[in-house]
Nanobody, 115 residues
Framework: VQLVESGGGLVQAGGSLRLSCAAS????????MGWYRQAPGKPRELVAA????????NYADSVKGRITISRDNAKNTMYLQMNSLKPEDTAVYYC?????????WGRGTQVTVSS
């Protein structure tokens, strides 16, 4: 599985961005997909994730109500709609996918929120 993120950039506080993650390869084997982020000097943290069967969706408490994860199965693409962005949302955002045997990462896309 290959994952390629896009959509990052510089935005003012209160603004919005939509990140995309295009998946290719053996996407039929994926059972969980999600987004992580890593700010400078901090560990990588889960932002949001869902199971491929749509059974559950999880969000970090810090983003609930502001960020929505979604997918377009026909395009093999996952999205992260981020609204009401805050400077503390500044980080490199990584797309991830997994099944029982493997875990895949994208290369990341930078999101910078200015105050």
């Amino acid at each position: 599985v290959q994952l390629v993120e896009s959509g990052g950039g510089l935005v003012q506080a209160g603004g919005s961005l939509r990140l995309s993650c295009a998946a290719s390869g053996s996407t039929f084997s994926i059972t969980v997909m999600g987004w992580y982020r890593q700010a400078p000097g901090k560990p990588r943290e889960l932002v949001a994730a869902f199971t491929s069967g749509g059974g559950s969706t999880n969000y970090a408490d810090s983003v609930k109500g502001r960020i929505t994860i979604s997918r377009d199965n026909a395009k093999n693409t996952m999205y992260l709609q981020m609204n009401s962005l805050k400077p503390e949302d500044t980080a490199v955002y990584y797309c991830c996918a997994s099944n029982s045997f493997s875990f895949w990462w994208g290369r990341g896309t930078q999101v910078t929120v200015s105050s």
